[in-house]
T-cell receptor
Framework: QKEVEQDPGPLSVPEGAIVSLNCTYSNSAFQYFMWYRQYSRKGPELLMYTYSSGNKEDGRFTAQVDKSSKYISLFIRDSQPSDSATYLC?????????????FGQGTILTVHP | DSGVTQTPKHLITATGQRVTLRCSPRSGDLSVYWYQQSLDQGLQFLIHYYNGEERAKGNILERFSAQQFPDLHSELNLSSLELGDSALYFCASSVEGGGISTDTQYFGPGTRLTVL
């Protein structure tokens, strides 16, 4: 079983829809949680970074972390065709794990006009 | 543009060969990370260097090795290549080595390796 599970989709939504992307993780040592967006043939770019449980909002994006259920979510409001990409959740433990990121498989999202 | 550069963009080679991938981190970043992305395994951590020293290893094969030079650029060496090594190889960099909570990794555009 992978440490971070993510439904690969694909997910197709109409423009303006609210998108919900989710991951679950199994390692209780994970303390930092990220969402990366990856366009085709490009490197991942950081969207959101959260520490511990709670919500974080940045424009149309909201990241949620529930450590009690080991559940990570990303919500995209008023989705746009330019949001079409692969979304990767990532986690990192603290302490001596240093910078190793553990990624989910990625969810392919298409927003159609 | 993340500020991380990787060369070459594409590499096509044959089984049994050896290749070197190069990464230049963002200005001021001391850490370099290497990741492999394949369709079946997703994005997997390979190795982390901080200011020239190896910090952490992931599931990196013994045929693979890396180093970080005094000017902080890094090279990933892949030898005795097999068909299954075909993948995207990403380099990322960060200011610190993950010891602070806000240390963010910025990814380069990747090198696409095809082994025939």
């Amino acid at each position: 079983q992978k440490e971070v599970e993510q439904d690969p989709g694909p997910l197709s939504v109409p423009e303006g829809a609210i998108v919900s992307l989710n991951c679950t993780y199994s390692n209780s040592a994970f303390q930092y949680f990220m969402w990366y967006r990856q366009y085709s043939r490009k490197g991942p770019e950081l969207l959101m970074y959260t520490y511990s449980s709670g919500n974080k909002e940045d424009g149309r994006f909201t990241a949620q972390v529930d450590k009690s259920s080991k559940y990570i979510s990303l919500f995209i409001r008023d989705s746009q065709p330019s949001d079409s990409a692969t979304y990767l959740c990532a986690t990192r433990a603290g302490g001596t794990s240093y910078g190793k990121l553990t990624f989910g498989q990625g969810t392919i999202l298409t927003v159609h006009p | 543009d993340s500020g991380v550069t990787q060369t070459p963009k594409h590499l096509i080679t044959a089984t049994g060969q050896r290749v070197t991938l190069r990464c230049s981190p963002r200005s001021g970043d001391l850490s370099v990370y290497w990741y492999q992305q394949s369709l079946d395994q997703g994005l997997q951590f390979l190795i982390h260097y901080y200011n020239g020293e190896e910090r952490a290893k992931g599931n990196i094969l013994e045929r693979f090795s890396a180093q970080q030079f005094p000017d902080l650029h890094s090279e990933l060496n892949l030898s005795s290549l097999e068909l299954g090594d075909s993948a995207l190889y990403f380099c990322a960099s960060s200011v610190e080595g993950g010891g602070i909570s806000t240390d963010t990794q910025y990814f380069g555009p990747g090198t696409r390796l095809t082994v025939l």
